[in-house]
């Protein structure tokens, strides 16, 4: 097994770790406080090739395998988790889905301007009332007799929302109960009838525009289906395997600026007399941060490893998913520790740190369903 990366990996890294110096870190406590990332952010990305990671370059996409584009988000995860999550959503999720399900008109429509940064997408499947159980999501889609589609239900939670300019959008499309009945469609945001709401107060991703959708009479032409009617179900649980690798890289991030804080913090830090790095108990904080951090790292890799080998992924981007979000946790509480009473002001990296990896540990599958996953495939027996 080798681990080293290849030049163009080491080339793409680097190249992520600069833009996040460059464009990220200064302004990471003012958007935080503002509860706003600069939008200009998004053709940055575009312009860097970030958007189009893994997507062929026939529809602008920069090409590139699964493992680079895990470098460049937990690059972007290290530097601020508000700006991972654009990339994670509108390429990890709506761009790479329509990639494997669109049809070639819907490939030629909309991948083109989300690589560039020159639209964005959304993921539409959370809803207020169901949460993790996405089989049993309510949002209606009732086929007309011109063909059209009418669309009606509402949305919770849903990152990029308002700035979207596309909606990947699971609905209902016929009265077949669980998960059968769900088919996938492609709404443009700016379609009558869809409102969105910004979501306030958040605990942490505060620059993130997560926002909820409501869909009053939305008519949309049969062209917005993606893939089968019926197969909707299919199409986003195969998006979220994938997307949980891009979650656990950006948690890897999260852990690793934790690190990275804790020791340039105890290096300078003093007490009784002398530096705290030279205490006990402060080496045991900062070595526990590391052991979590290659951890998370190795199981991500493995994943990206997997698909870029056309093999199966879905359990290991589980396990993946769930030690790397519970580690960054882990990293983030240990490094506060370190900091002390500074770690609780925003003036510092710290506090910010454990704000944005709570929520790692409940979206794109909970903790707790990401075991559930793992039981699954280890015993053969749903709990579901």
Not at 111 to 116: G, I, S, Y
Not at 118 to 143: K, M, Q
Not at 350 to 360: I, N
Request: charged share 20%; proline share 3%; glycine share 12%.
């Amino acid at each position: 097994m080798n681990l080293e990366l290849s030049e163009e990996q080491g080339a793409v890294r680097q190249l992520a770790e600069d833009f996040v110096a460059r464009e990220i870190t200064p302004h990471v406590v003012e958007w935080d406080r503002a509860e706003s990332v600069d939008k200009s952010i998004v053709k940055k990305l575009g312009a860097l090739g970030f958007l189009g990671l893994t997507i062929p370059e026939e529809y602008g996409g920069s090409g590139g395998d699964h493992l680079a584009y895990c470098l460049v988000t937990e690059e972007l995860g290290r530097g601020d988790s508000s700006v991972r999550g654009i990339v994670s959503v509108s390429l990890g999720l709506v761009a790479k889905t329509i990639a494997s399900w669109g049809s070639e008109e819907q490939r030629q429509q909309w991948l083109p301007k989300l690589t560039a940064g020159e639209a964005i997408g959304c993921f539409g499947l959370t809803e207020p009332g169901t949460g993790s159980d996405a089989g049993n999501l309510t949002t209606r889609a009732v086929r007309e007799s011109g063909g059209d589609y009418v669309i009606n239900g509402s949305k919770m939670f849903i990152t990029n929302g308002t700035w979207a300019d596309v909606v990947l959008l699971f609905a209902r499309t016929n009265d077949t109960p669980g998960h059968r009945g769900i088919s996938a469609f492609l709404v443009p945001a700016d379609t009558p009838g869809l409102t969105r709401r910004t979501v306030h107060g958040k605990l942490g991703l505060r620059g993130q525009a997560t926002a909820e959708l409501v869909l009053e009479d939305v008519r949309v032409p049969a062209s917005t289906l993606m893939g089968p009617e019926g197969k909707g179900f299919s199409i986003a649980m195969s998006a979220l395997a994938k997307g949980r690798m891009s979650v656990a890289a950006g948690c890897v991030g999260i852990a690793q600026a934790a690190l990275d804080a804790a020791v340039r913090y105890a290096g300078e830090r003093e007490q009784f007399g002398k530096s705290i790095a030279s205490y006990q108990l402060v080496q045991e904080l900062i070595s526990d941060i590391s052991v979590d951090v290659d951890a998370a790292r190795m199981l991500t890799w493995r994943v990206a490893d997997l698909i870029d080998r056309g093999q199966d992924f879905a359990t290991a981007a589980s396990t993946a998913k769930l030690f790397a979000s519970e580690a960054a946790v882990r990293a983030a509480n240990n490094a506060l520790q370190v900091f002390g009473g500074y770690g609780y002001i925003d003036e510092y990296p710290v506090g910010k740190l454990v704000r944005d990896a709570r929520v790692m540990t409940l979206y794109e599958g909970t903790s707790q369903i990401q075991k559930l996953i793992i039981g699954r495939a280890l015993t053969g027996v749903s709990a579901f």
